[in-house]
């Protein structure tokens, strides 16, 4: 038996797997090998013997522990191969990130980062990039490549022997457990993929260049901001003086073009969001760099717990929800199902209520309203006012909790509701008078932080705070960290129940169901959602809303629809010119010229 933690197992198990994966698409097992510390076995397989097994060449049930660094990879595999997951996982990727979070590294987070953290040697990281690039490659394999490979990835469950002995004593096992059963819930994400209108995305790819020359004509004529591509600071500036909207400036005076700026004052201001888009799309996106397999589906590494809170962080390039909201119209369901998108209303308001068991706050979140029950609990509106009746004082009380959530001061807050800077200091000082037990809780966080050094969630997820930490993500980290508990926790109940899981988004879940099953889907979806938050925030349920997506429609979100809009007329015309349909049953993927295709490289690069 086998001590790891305070637990006792009967083997410990630590595998590897060697695999190349193109963008877009699961992995293609390459080579795999296992070590059990207690008996000293070692398994060696190629992938023309994995292949043929129809169960793992070790014990993966109750009493067994399977080890790996970065485990979604491992569970992706045992996915490709038709090979049932282990029971307990734990991955040594994430509980070194939980034993260094916040901490500087001095190489990284890598498997040989980690080793250096403790002291411990690895293979030399050339020798380890081009062991991966000839994993990545793919076959055919010399018979050395094969040899040369098979070591590599031994050398790798060797190392994983080597860090398991030094983090051991530092393991919170039952903790560390439920991390690991989220991985394997990524993986069966990642497997699963986001279904996307191929064809409009061909369409796109290809006309790329040109919709940017026509957007820029389409958008613009609103703004006047633009000479030819160049988005010009005095046209925008004198456009803003026109539109009567304060903008925040850096320190040497100018303005703040940011995107995270222009993506706050979009909030505050709508007619700022079809402009922030278009800068988004022009600057940032690479649309050559989506992932899309051949079975039209959008896959790439979740980076799970990858962030200071233990959120999720996939590549904004890769992944469909990260770059410019009107891309995400390209996500449509196949013929015959449905797709829904789940989302916990006001997550961070109800985990701070919850938390701080600040009793007015909770009755705020309880009240359907929190923003419209906030102005009421202040005096600021008459008990019975709507949000039809008091429409611009709930949007001012809306930015205040907003401001708070993200540690904002009065200026900045003035900015966002334009009204004077003493209006915003009223308003913060309502919310602290109003919410007096979650400002003495917020305030006891940061001295803790302080003075402890880390802070952490429900489940042990820790955050270090070396050097000069900043007070605003002191304050915002059990918010924005117990909610990524949260939806970790709602993911693996989802998954569980059989429910096909698309993607996690931030503080929402996208699921996909043939029609016939699709409410019922949504249904349980949403209990176990709400059973999620019951275990993260000690009994208090939050509330969930679900937006339907029906074959043969596209996913929609109103931020994005007038850029959507303006693209879907641009595109119209080039798709009339079209005289070369895809051929039935090819998709568009395969039709597009070899230079258009995302080039082949693994997901898994970095790890």
Same mark, same amino acid.
């Given at each position: 038996?086998i001590?790891?933690?305070?637990?006792?197992?009967?083997?410990?198990?630590?595998v590897?797997?060697?695999?190349?994966?193109?963008?877009?698409?699961?992995?293609?097992v390459?080579?795999?090998?296992?070590?059990?510390?207690?008996?000293?076995?070692?398994?060696?397989v190629?992938?023309?013997?994995?292949?043929?097994l129809?169960?793992?060449?070790?014990?993966?049930?109750?009493?067994?522990?399977?080890v790996a660094?970065y485990?979604?990879?491992?569970?992706?595999?045992?996915?490709?191969?038709?090979?049932?997951?282990?029971?307990n996982v734990?991955?040594?990727?994430?509980?070194?990130?939980?034993?260094?979070?916040?901490?500087?590294?001095?190489?990284?987070?890598?498997?040989?980062?980690?080793?250096?953290?403790?002291?411990?040697?690895?293979?030399?990281?050339?020798?380890k990039?081009?062991?991966?690039?000839?994993?990545?490659?793919?076959?055919?394999?010399?018979?050395?490549?094969?040899e040369?490979?098979?070591?590599?990835?031994?050398?790798?469950?060797i190392?994983?022997?080597?860090l398991?002995?030094?983090?051991?004593?530092?393991?919170?096992?039952?903790?560390?457990l439920?991390?690991?059963?989220?991985m394997?819930?990524?993986?069966q994400?990642?497997?699963?993929g986001?279904p996307?209108?191929v064809n409009?995305?061909?369409?796109?790819?290809?006309?790329?260049?040109e919709?940017?020359?026509?957007?820029?004509a389409?958008?613009?004529?609103e703004y006047?901001?633009?000479?030819?591509?160049?988005?010009?600071?005095?046209?925008? #500036? $004198?456009? *803003?003086?026109?539109?009567?909207?304060?903008w925040?400036r850096?320190? !040497? +005076?100018?303005l703040? %073009?940011?995107?995270?700026?222009?993506?706050?004052?979009?909030?505050?201001?709508?007619?700022?969001?079809?402009?922030?888009?278009l800068?988004?799309?022009?600057?940032q996106?690479?649309?050559?760099?989506?992932s899309?397999g051949?079975?039209?589906?959008?896959r790439?590494?979740?980076?799970?717990?990858?962030?200071?809170?233990?959120?999720?962080?996939?590549?904004?390039?890769?992944?469909?929800?990260?770059?410019?909201?009107?891309l995400?119209?390209?996500?449509?369901?196949?013929?015959?199902y449905?797709l829904?998108?789940?989302?916990?209303?006001q997550?961070?308001?109800?985990? #701070? $209520?919850? *938390?701080?068991?600040d009793?007015?706050m909770?009755?705020?979140?309880? !009240? +359907?309203?929190?923003? %419209?029950?906030?102005a009421?609990?202040?005096?600021?509106?008459?008990?019975?006012?709507?949000?039809?009746?008091?429409?611009?004082?709930?949007?001012?009380?809306?930015?205040?909790?907003?401001?708070?959530?993200?540690?904002?001061?009065?200026?900045s807050?003035?900015?966002?509701i334009?009204?004077?800077?003493?209006?915003?200091?009223?308003?913060?000082?309502l919310?602290?008078?109003?919410?007096?037990?979650?400002?003495?809780?917020?305030?006891?966080?940061?001295?803790?932080?302080?003075?402890?050094?880390?802070?952490?969630?429900?489940?042990g997820?820790?955050?270090?705070?070396?050097?000069?930490p900043?007070?605003?993500f002191?304050?915002?980290?059990?918010?924005?960290?117990n +909610?990524?508990?949260? %939806?970790?926790l709602?993911?693996?109940?989802?998954?569980?129940?059989?429910?096909?899981?698309c993607?996690?988004?931030?503080?929402?879940?996208?699921?996909?169901?043939?029609?016939?099953?699709?409410?019922?889907?949504?249904?349980?979806?949403?209990?176990?959602?709400?059973?999620?938050?019951?275990?993260?925030?000690?009994?208090?349920?939050?509330?969930t809303?679900?937006t339907?997506?029906?074959?043969?429609?596209?996913?929609?979100?109103?931020?994005?629809?007038?850029?959507?809009?303006?693209?879907?007329k641009?595109?119209?015309?080039?798709?009339?010119?079209?005289?070369h349909?895809?051929?039935?049953?090819?998709?568009?993927?395969?039709?597009?010229?070899?230079h258009?295709?995302?080039?082949?490289?693994?997901?898994?690069?970095?790890?």
């Open positions: 038996m001590p790891i933690g305070k637990r006792v197992f009967r083997e410990v198990w630590l590897d797997f060697e695999f190349s994966a193109p963008p877009g698409e699961q992995p293609s390459v080579c795999m090998v296992a070590h059990e510390i207690g008996s000293g076995k070692r398994i060696r190629w992938q023309d013997e994995l292949i043929k129809k169960w793992p060449p070790y014990a993966i049930c109750n009493d067994t522990l399977f660094y485990a979604s990879a491992e569970m992706g595999c045992h996915l490709k191969l038709n090979w049932p997951l282990p029971v734990l991955d040594l990727y994430v509980e070194f990130r939980n034993h260094t979070n916040g901490l500087t590294l001095p190489c990284g987070t890598s498997l040989l980062g980690a080793l250096v953290s403790f002291g411990l040697s690895g293979i030399e990281s050339s020798e990039e081009t062991m991966r690039q000839l994993a990545m490659r793919g076959g055919p394999y010399t018979q050395k490549e094969k040369d490979l098979l070591n590599y990835c031994e050398s790798d469950v190392a994983l022997e080597k398991l002995l030094k983090i051991n004593p530092f393991l919170d096992i039952p903790r560390a439920i991390r690991g059963r989220y394997k819930t990524a993986a994400i990642e497997h699963n986001i996307i209108d409009k995305l061909a369409l796109l790819r290809k006309h790329w260049i919709i940017q020359d026509k957007l820029i389409e958008i613009d004529s006047g901001v633009f000479d030819q591509r160049t988005f010009k600071y005095s046209l925008f #500036a $004198a456009w *803003l003086q026109k539109n009567e909207i304060p925040p850096l320190l !040497s +005076g100018k703040d %073009l940011s995107d995270e700026v222009f993506k706050e004052m979009a909030r505050s201001y709508p007619k700022v969001a079809p402009l922030r888009e800068r988004v799309t022009l600057s996106m690479r649309l050559a760099e989506l899309v051949q079975d039209n589906r959008n790439c590494l979740l980076s799970a717990f990858r962030s200071r809170t233990g959120r999720n962080q996939p590549s904004n390039n890769q992944f469909i929800f990260g770059p410019a909201v009107w995400r119209s390209l996500i449509k369901p196949s013929s015959g449905g829904a998108y789940i989302d916990w209303s997550q961070e308001f109800g985990i #701070a $209520a919850a *938390l701080s068991g009793s007015l909770i009755k705020a979140y309880q !009240s +359907g309203d929190p923003y %419209l029950e906030f009421k609990q202040a005096n600021a509106i008459p008990i019975n006012a709507t949000k039809t009746s008091h429409k611009s004082e709930r949007e001012q009380f809306k930015a205040c909790v907003l401001a708070v959530q993200y540690g904002m001061g009065a200026d807050l003035a900015q966002r334009n009204q004077p800077v003493a209006k915003a200091r009223e308003l913060l000082r919310h602290k008078e109003t919410y007096k037990q979650f400002w003495e809780w917020i305030e006891a966080v940061v001295n803790y932080a302080m003075l402890i050094g880390r802070l952490h969630t429900v489940f997820w820790n955050v270090y705070t070396e050097g000069s900043n007070p605003r002191l304050q915002n980290f059990p918010m924005q960290a +909610g990524a508990e949260m %939806l970790r709602a993911c693996c109940f989802v998954i569980e129940a059989g429910i096909k899981l993607a996690p988004v931030h503080d929402a879940i996208l699921i996909e169901a043939p029609l016939n099953e699709l409410e019922q889907a949504v249904q349980t979806t949403q209990q176990l959602m709400a059973e999620a938050s019951a275990i993260v925030l000690n009994g208090f349920r939050l509330r809303d679900a339907y997506i029906r074959y043969p429609d596209h996913y929609e979100d109103e931020r994005g629809k007038k850029m959507r809009e303006a693209i879907d641009i595109l119209l015309k080039f798709s009339g010119k079209s005289s349909p895809d051929p039935p049953g090819v998709g568009a993927y395969e039709t597009l010229p070899a258009l295709r995302t080039p082949v490289q693994s997901y898994y690069l970095s790890i």
